[in-house]
């Protein structure tokens, strides 16, 4: 019985151990940055091939990417919308070509992520180094999606894929909400000049 006790405590101490020694993830949520309009830099890496380029997105499924390198894709651009995928080098379109199909196919899974998640009012994960860590699920497999302090985001990734984004000095062009507001309080306050506005012809009584 001793022996057992023993044992047991033995087995005890080593279970406390170990997961005093795992770090806790800490869940953690922020304010969703992600439905607005924004370009940034991208760095890309994707198995043996690394890619940097601009990208920007315009709304939910209408992205755009503009390659600095590898030579084999620098200058190229290429534009998501309504499902289809147009390329094109200084203004002049033709078909994807085979050395972006690769990229192509994970900039949809970016946008895919980027968009579902652009839904939610706030954005929920784990945060770790001032980020937050947001997992999820698309056809092309598991992701995580990393943001900032602003909830904007910071990078891309999926471990099965090899792949791997980063994103830099991002910057904002307009937000869905604000922007409907604007142009709400635009109308407004156009209908309410055109009915205070008096004909300069007509003289004061």
């Known amino acids: 019985m001793k022996r ?14 170990t997961s005093c020694s795992v770090p806790l993830k800490k869940t953690a949520s922020r304010s969703n940055g992600l439905n607005c309009s924004f370009t ?12 940097e380029g601009t990208i920007s997105r315009h709304g939910a499924g209408i992205w755009d990417m503009e390659f600095s390198s590898p030579n084999s894709l620098s200058g190229i651009k290429l534009e998501f919308s309504e499902g289809n995928t147009r390329a094109s080098y200084k203004g002049l379109s033709f078909s994807v070509p ?18 579902d998640n652009a839904a939610a009012e706030e954005l929920s994960g784990d945060e770790k180094d001032g980020l937050l860590a947001i997992s ?18 910071s990078g891309f990734e999926m471990p099965n894929n090899d ?42 009584t």
Do not use: H, W
Not at 40 to 51: F, G, N, P, V
Not at 196 to 204: G, L, M
């Open 136 to 153: 999820g699920k698309l056809d092309g497999g598991s992701y995580t999606l990393k943001v900032d302090k602003e909830g904007r985001l």
């Open 98 to 115: 085979q050395s972006a199909v690769p990229v192509r196919a994970m900039l949809l899974n970016l946008m895919k992520a980027v968009d």
């Open 4 to 17: 057992l006790f023993t044992f047991v405590s033995v087995i005890f101490a080593v279970i406390c151990l």
């Open 163 to 204: 792949l791997k984004m980063s994103f830099t000095e991002l910057k904002v062009i307009s937000e869905s909400n604000k922007s409907a507001e604007t142009t709400e309080l635009t109308s407004v306050t156009e209908t309410v000049t055109s009915e205070t506005v008096t004909d300069p012809t007509k003289s004061e």
């Open 40 to 51: 940034a830099a991208a760095s890309i890496t994707l198995d043996k091939l690394q890619a």
